[in-house]
């Protein structure tokens, strides 16, 4: 259960969009809140944004204004959308899935998909 599929990276200009996916494609009641997490070359994982079920959102520093997180509960599908990309941006963004009140990240993860920002 719980398993976790991303899609929608890929190669953008600075200043670009993408708007990336992270499906649910077994049962969910294990899951409450999805994440997303970024990691790059030769720094530490960094938490994106987050929503519960409820639809209540978070976002790191580094990306809010720019990404937003959305869900469609009936899909079982979270998104992420990141808009004006910069450079730094560059990453494998992974899908993660857990409950509330038990920490983060949650026990569930996607394979990741690639984002590349080029100048």
């Known amino acids: 259960q719980g398993q976790l599929v991303e899609s929608g990276g890929g190669f953008v200009r600075v200043g670009g969009s993408l708007r990336l996916s992270c499906a649910a494609s077994s049962p969910t009641y294990s899951i409450n809140r999805m994440a997303w997490y970024r990691q790059a070359p030769g720094k530490e994982r960094e938490l994106v944004a987050l929503?519960?079920?409820?639809?209540?959102?978070s976002l790191g520093p580094s990306v809010k204004g720019r990404f937003t997180i959305s869900r469609d509960n009936g899909r079982n599908t979270v998104y992420l959308q990141m808009n004006s990309l910069k450079p730094e941006d560059t990453a494998v963004y992974l899908c993660?899935?857990?409950?509330?009140?038990?920490?983060?990240?949650?026990?569930?993860w996607g394979r990741g998909t690639q984002v590349t920002v080029s100048s």
């Open positions: 929503i519960t079920d409820e639809g209540s959102t």
């Open positions: 993660n899935g857990g409950k509330i009140g038990l920490g983060l990240p949650g026990p569930y």
